[in-house]
């Protein structure tokens, strides 16, 4: 799946009429802000509340460093019409690795010795093999990188490709239904998708794991196989059923989905990293995580 620029005559066009938003993209301040007070908050009372904390305080070592060193307009993103931002082609600036370093800088203040080790290890580790990492994890090669890397190294790719996604011309259109499974403006794997309310009441969107823009995909579908007739929800708690499994019997995958009109709070990243106990669920029926969560990389092989 990809998106093309519109022209100006097409954005007065579209402006005009209404339509649903194909493509919604993250406002930096507002989305680390809320995510962090999500974790927070359901890291209270919660087995992995520690965690759950420690994610939080990376969201705002993103945030400081989002603030200290705002990333300068790229040239070269005005003139892309078709996948601008694709993670595995697009040539990133080396201050990702600034992001990193101050990032880590951010952490270590309170890290644990566990936590401080990692720290350490990556601050030591040379740019080649940084840049080695950062190709790997973007390529989803997650299982070549360390888990207590990755999630620092993916911090700062996002945030490097979180503000990408903020100079693209914002009345964008997809350009096909191909692949919906993957990120229209920077082809990564989705976190999880999110039923909205309000103005969008009823639909689901995808929330990116790298650029943390958000897609439209018709419910009723898988969003790994686009298969339609073998799909099943689980829960852990039926009763309230904030946030679901939606597997698919066709190509044995699941991605979570969440309900806001259960939460107006819910988070795709916060909430899908505190449920992690219904992806052991899934995991022991079957069925593999399609998705990917900026703070859960799998063990390195």
């Known amino acids: 799946m990809s998106i093309k620029i519109l022209p100006e005559s097409e954005i007065k066009q579209a402006a005009n009429s209404f339509q649903t938003p194909a493509i919604l993209f993250a406002n930096p301040k507002n989305l680390y802000q809320r995510r962090a007070k999500r974790l927070r908050q359901l890291a209270e009372e919660h087995p992995l509340g520690d965690y759950l904390r420690f994610a939080a305080h990376i969201v705002d070592s993103q945030l400081a460093c989002f603030e200290r060193n705002p990333l300068a307009p790229q040239q070269e993103l005005i003139i892309a019409e078709v996948e601008p931002l694709k993670a595995t082609q697009f040539k990133r600036a080396p201050i990702w690795r600034d992001y990193l370093a101050d990032i880590l800088r951010e952490v270590k203040a309170q890290a644990n010795e566990q936590i401080a080790a990692t720290i350490e290890r990556l601050e030591k580790t040379a ?77 689901r969107y995808l929330h990116c794991a790298l650029c943390e823009s958000e897609w439209n995909l018709v419910r009723a579908q898988c969003t790994n196989c686009n298969q339609h007739g073998n799909l099943e929800m689980w829960s852990l708690d039926e009763e309230l059923a904030l946030v679901r499994a939606e597997t698919c019997g066709d190509c044995q995958s699941y991605l979570k989905i969440m309900f806001q009109e259960k939460d107006p709070h819910v988070e795709a990243a916060a909430d899908d990293l505190a449920s992690i106990f219904l992806d052991v669920e899934m995991e022991e029926k079957g069925y593999a995580r399609s998705g990917l969560n900026p703070f859960m990389f799998p063990a390195q092989e």
């Not at 693209?168 to 990120?183: F, K, Q, T």
């Not at 229209?184 to 989705?190: L, Y």
């Not at 909205?196 to 009441?201: C, L, N, P």
């Open 127 to 203: 740019d080649a093999e940084l840049e080695k990492m950062a190709d790997q994890l973007l390529a989803q090669e997650l299982n070549l990188v360390p888990s207590d890397q990755a999630v620092f190294l993916w911090a700062a790719l996002s945030l490097y490709w979180l503000q990408l996604a903020q100079q693209i011309p914002h009345h964008s259109r997809m350009e096909n239904a191909d692949n919906l499974h993957y990120c229209p403006v920077c082809g990564s794997a989705p976190i999880a998708s999110v039923v909205h309310f309000g103005a969008s009441q009823g639909l």
